[in-house]
């Protein structure tokens, strides 16, 4: 697919929102081999992740784990967490209710 919307402060992580409902929003994610997404929360939103392609490290609310192929996880709202990429990944993230950050504003 074409990723249309790029993060420039997380070295090559590219991001494409695909469908924003009014409660939820499914975004497609490219994390290159080596991307760290350094650890964080999001006090607005919780968030399911499932990766299509590759592998990653997760560290969700202190616990190590690892997603390749047909895996998912979750983490809820004010949960830090953090993501390696082990391989060039792709994943799908559903995140409710949207988070600003990933909806254009009009």
Not at 16 to 33: E, N, Y
Not at 73 to 80: I, T
Not at 83 to 99: F, H
């Amino acid at each position: 697919g074409t990723w249309t919307l790029t993060t420039d402060d997380l070295d090559g992580l590219t991001v494409t929102p695909l469908i924003v409902g009014h409660d939820m929003l499914l975004l497609g994610a490219f994390k290159p081999l080596g991307m760290i997404d350094p650890l964080h929360q999001h006090d607005d939103h919780e968030s399911i992740g499932f990766c299509l392609s590759g592998k990653l490290r997760l560290v969700i609310g202190g616990e190590e784990s690892f997603a390749g192929p047909g895996d998912a996880w979750y983490h809820g709202a004010g949960v830090p967490h953090l993501s390696e990429a082990l391989e060039d990944t792709v994943q799908l993230e559903v995140k409710s209710p949207p988070m600003k950050t990933w909806v254009a504003k009009d």
